[in-house]
C-alpha cells in the first residue's frame, strides 16, 4: 500500500511563492512515476506537473509552465512542486499523485484515470 502525504498549503497574495511537499511511503521513490494535479472548486481535477520515475524528465500544463517546478529527492522519497508567481487562477486544492506502471524514462501530461494513489490534498488559496 503506498501513502502519500502533501504539506506546504496555505494562504498568500497574488505574485508570492509557496512550495508543496509529498512524503511517499510504503514504496522506494524512485519505482514511482509521480505528478501533481489541482481541483478549483466547481472543476475537474486536473494535471499541473509530473516527473519522471528517472527524475530525469518532467512535464507541465501550459497554465503552470514557466512558473511551476515539480523535483524529486529520492533520497527522502519526497516530491516537490515550488510554486512562483501564484495568481488567484492557481487557487485549488493540490493533490500528490503517482503511477506505478510506467517505465523509468516515461513523463507525459497525465489523465486521473492513470493515477494509482491520490493524497488527501492540501488547500492553496491565492489572493489578489
Known amino acids: 500500500q503506498v501513502q502519500l502525504v502533501e504539506t506546504g498549503g496555505g494562504l498568500v497574495q497574488a505574485g508570492a511563492s509557496l512550495r508543496l511537499s509529498c512524503v511517499v511511503s510504503?514504496?522506494?521513490?524512485?519505482?514511482?512515476?509521480m505528478a501533481w494535479f489541482r481541483q478549483a472548486p466547481g472543476k475537474e481535477r486536473e494535471f499541473a506537473a509530473g516527473?519522471?520515475?528517472?527524475?530525469?524528465?518532467?512535464a507541465y500544463a501550459d497554465s503552470v509552465k514557466g512558473r511551476f517546478t515539480i523535483s524529486r529527492d529520492n533520497a527522502k522519497n519526497t516530491v516537490y512542486l515550488q510554486m512562483n508567481s501564484l495568481k488567484p487562477d492557481d487557487t485549488a486544492v493540490y493533490y500528490c499523485?503517482?503511477?506505478?506502471?510506467?517505465?523509468?524514462?516515461?513523463?507525459?501530461?497525465?489523465?486521473?484515470?492513470?493515477?494509482?494513489?491520490w493524497g488527501q490534498g492540501t488547500q492553496v488559496t491565492v489572493s489578489s
Open positions: 499523485a503517482a503511477n506505478l506502471r510506467r517505465d523509468y524514462w516515461y513523463i507525459a501530461p497525465l489523465s486521473v484515470r492513470e493515477i494509482d494513489y
Open positions: 510504503g514504496r522506494t521513490l524512485s519505482t514511482v512515476l
Open positions: 516527473i519522471s520515475r528517472s527524475g530525469a524528465r518532467t
